[in-house]
Nanobody
Framework: EVQLQASGGGLVQTGRSLRLSCAAS????????ISWFRQAPGKEREGISCISIRFASTYYADSVKGRFIISRDNDKNMVYLQMRNLKSEDTGVYYC???????????????????WGQGTQVTVSS
């Protein structure tokens, strides 16, 4: 069974940090692009960061560039999103998603993502 399990969300104050984790199982990990999507209340789900497991190429949306860092642990089939200097606009449900890709180039169109996790809530309060 394919699973992507997102965890690490919570309630934090503005300016603090959180690290999200995405645990992958049930599929070949190293030919995937794993992305973090965020859905704020009343807004569409947006891709904010992704990483090619094979090539380690990364992408960050402008809204998180310089504050978030995505990384992977190939031995553990894990992807992490270190979030620093959190802002109220970072509030939302964070999902990890996986797509098969042979390309070094990221990000991928949302329609390419075959696998989705259940989401973890991040709430940033002032």
């Amino acid at each position: 069974e394919v699973q992507l399990q997102a965890s690490g969300g919570g309630l934090v104050q503005t300016g603090r940090s959180l690290r999200l984790s995405c645990a992958a199982s049930g599929f070949t990990f190293d030919d995937k692009v794993i992305s973090w999507f965020r859905q704020a209340p009343g807004k569409e789900r947006e891709g904010i960061s992704c990483i090619s497991i094979r090539f380690a190429s990364t992408y960050y949306a402008d809204s998180v560039k310089g504050r978030f860092i995505i990384s992977r642990d190939n031995d553990k089939n894990m992807v992490y999103l270190q979030m620093r200097n959190l802002k109220s606009e970072d509030t939302g449900v964070y999902y990890c998603a996986g797509a098969s890709s042979q390309s070094v180039y990221v990000p991928l169109p949302r329609a390419h993502y075959e696998y989705w996790g259940q989401g973890t809530q991040v709430t940033v309060s002032s």
